[in-house]
């Protein structure tokens, strides 16, 4: 039955993961289809953004709720936005619907983590926040390519129809499989807050923001980046992507294991100083065909595999406010993900290169391994 709550919740997740990801590899079908160009076309991964990073403090009025229940609403909410978006007929239509399908985005993973947390014994709580977390990740192997497919061979509102039909099918596993579980204890609007206060949160949320963010500034880039400098041939992006989607599921259960074991402060300050080593390398090995995929693999190994530990600490240290916590978390990703990605087209265009994309990605790694071991260190001392 346990097994069964956590691939419910993946399942939404991979929904979750389709809807933000696969808008990226059929923008140029979407904007041939409602006649705007694509730079109007991009909106509609900002407006999904934008609905993440508004939505995500809708649980403060949603506190009192049931987590089954509130995790019910939130998956129905997620799959009337694909199917809005999905049958959308022109550019405001599917501009809301992409909004709409933003808004339950963080709160989502906000609730789901703590339900996770209950679910299993504690020395097992990163393993199965890893799992739901996981849904994304097989999103960007499987569901990403399966949405560009579609929409190159068939329309791209069946991308947000698959995103539709597995949140639906994960919305019946919730039903059926997780348990009632109580509310959370009610802290009030300001205890919520209270959280804070104190410094782990922050560190935390730097730790997701700048390690995340050493890898899109490049990742953001990654089709110049394997067919201008590594000199892969455009038909040759389909595997690549896939590997890239692999190397994404490896880290965020390699990591959830390790974490379990070892502390997740300690394996995602780790693996920022690892990304230290491997950005710089992509930087000066930016042109070999064999180096530059495996440190890609690598790379997105990291990229997932920092994010879901963070994501099981922060319930740990935002007593009162935790799903508002757990939604923070996704909010930083958003964040971190559209700065990255300014900054690294920024560098393209002021001539740095395309191969500058990665190594400004190093003082971002620093940065977080710097914030996650030092939130280790105070985990450390509050055991002694």
Same mark, same amino acid.
């Given at each position: 039955?346990?097994?069964?709550?956590?691939?419910?919740? /993946?399942?939404?997740?991979?929904?979750?993961?389709?809807?933000?990801?696969?808008?990226?590899?059929?923008?140029?079908?979407?904007?041939?289809?409602?006649? @705007?160009?694509?730079?109007? &076309?991009?909106?509609?991964?900002?407006?999904?953004?934008?609905?993440?990073?508004?939505?995500?403090?809708?649980?403060?009025?949603?506190?009192?709720?049931?987590?089954?229940?509130?995790?019910?609403?939130?998956?129905?909410?997620?799959?009337?936005?694909?199917?809005?978006?999905?049958?959308?007929?022109?550019?405001?239509?599917?501009?809301?619907?992409?909004?709409?399908?933003?808004?339950?985005?963080?709160?989502?993973?906000?609730? &789901?983590?703590?339900?996770?947390?209950?679910? @299993?014994?504690?020395?097992?709580?990163?393993?199965?926040?890893?799992?739901?977390?996981? !849904?994304?990740? @097989?999103?960007?192997?499987? !569901?990403?390519?399966?949405?560009?497919?579609?929409?190159?061979?068939?329309?791209?509102?069946?991308?947000?129809?698959?995103?539709?039909?597995?949140?639906?099918?994960?919305?019946?596993?919730?039903?059926?499989?997780?348990?009632?579980?109580?509310?959370?204890?009610?802290?009030?609007?300001?205890?919520? =807050?209270?959280?804070?206060? *104190?410094?782990?949160?922050?560190?935390?949320?730097?730790?997701?923001? =700048?390690?995340?963010?050493?890898?899109?500034?490049?990742?953001?880039?990654?089709?110049?980046?394997?067919?201008?400098?590594?000199?892969?041939?455009?038909?040759?992006?389909?595997?690549?992507?896939?590997? /890239?989607?692999?190397?994404?599921?490896?880290?965020?259960? /390699?990591?959830?294991?390790?974490?379990?074991?070892?502390?997740?402060?300690?394996?995602?300050?780790?693996?920022?100083?690892?990304?230290?080593?491997?950005?710089?390398?992509?930087?000066?090995?930016?042109?070999?065909?064999?180096?530059?995929?495996?440190?890609?693999?690598?790379?997105?190994?990291?990229? =997932?595999?920092?994010?879901?530990?963070?994501?099981?600490?922060?319930?740990?240290?935002?007593?009162?406010?935790?799903?508002?916590?757990?939604?923070?978390?996704?909010?930083?990703?958003?964040?971190?993900?559209?700065?990255?990605?300014?900054?690294?087209?920024?560098?393209?265009?002021?001539?740095?290169?395309?191969?500058?994309?990665?190594?400004?990605? @190093?003082? =971002?790694?620093?940065?977080?391994?710097?914030?996650?071991?030092?939130?280790?260190?105070?985990?450390?001392?509050?055991? *002694?």
């Amino acid at each position: 039955m346990m097994k069964k709550s956590l691939v419910s919740l /993946a399942l939404v997740t991979f929904a979750l993961g389709v809807a933000e990801f696969g808008m990226m590899g059929i923008l140029g079908d979407v904007a041939d289809s409602l006649h @705007v160009d694509i730079v109007h &076309a991009g909106h509609f991964i900002s407006a999904y953004s934008l609905g993440v990073a508004i939505g995500a403090p809708m649980l403060i009025v949603l506190r009192k709720m049931g987590l089954r229940s509130l995790l019910l609403l939130l998956a129905t909410l997620i799959t009337i936005g694909n199917i809005c978006s999905a049958v959308s007929p022109g550019y405001a239509t599917l501009l809301v619907s992409r909004f709409i399908s933003g808004l339950p985005h963080g709160a989502y993973f906000g609730a &789901a983590a703590i339900v996770c947390s209950r679910l @299993v014994p504690p020395e097992k709580g990163a393993s199965a926040v890893a799992v739901m977390v996981g !849904g994304m990740t @097989v999103a960007n192997l499987v !569901g990403v390519p399966l949405g560009t497919y579609l929409s190159d061979n068939f329309s791209w509102r069946l991308c947000f129809g698959v995103a539709a039909a597995v949140s639906f099918a994960g919305m019946l596993g919730i039903h059926a499989y997780v348990p009632s579980l109580k509310p959370l204890t009610d802290t009030g609007i300001k205890g919520q =807050f209270r959280f804070l206060r *104190h410094p782990e949160p922050w560190l935390i949320y730097c730790g997701v923001f =700048f390690g995340q963010a050493s890898v899109y500034c490049w990742f953001s880039y990654i089709q110049p980046s394997m067919t201008s400098l590594a000199a892969y041939p455009m038909a040759d992006m389909t595997w690549i992507m896939l590997l /890239a989607g692999s190397g994404m599921v490896a880290g965020n259960i /390699a990591a959830g294991k390790l974490a379990d074991k070892y502390g997740a402060a300690l394996v995602s300050g780790t693996i920022c100083v690892l990304l230290v080593g491997i950005m710089s390398t992509m930087y000066f090995m930016a042109d070999s065909k064999v180096v530059s995929v495996i440190l890609m693999f690598l790379a997105t190994a990291g990229l =997932f595999g920092l994010g879901g530990p963070l994501q099981y600490l922060i319930v740990r240290y935002s007593k009162g406010g935790e799903m508002l916590g757990g939604a923070g978390i996704q909010i930083s990703f958003n964040v971190s993900n559209a700065m990255s990605a300014a900054i690294g087209g920024w560098a393209i265009s002021s001539g740095f290169g395309v191969a500058s994309t990665a190594i400004i990605g @190093v003082p =971002f790694a620093l940065t977080g391994a710097i914030a996650l071991f030092a939130l280790r260190n105070m985990i450390l001392k509050e055991r *002694h």
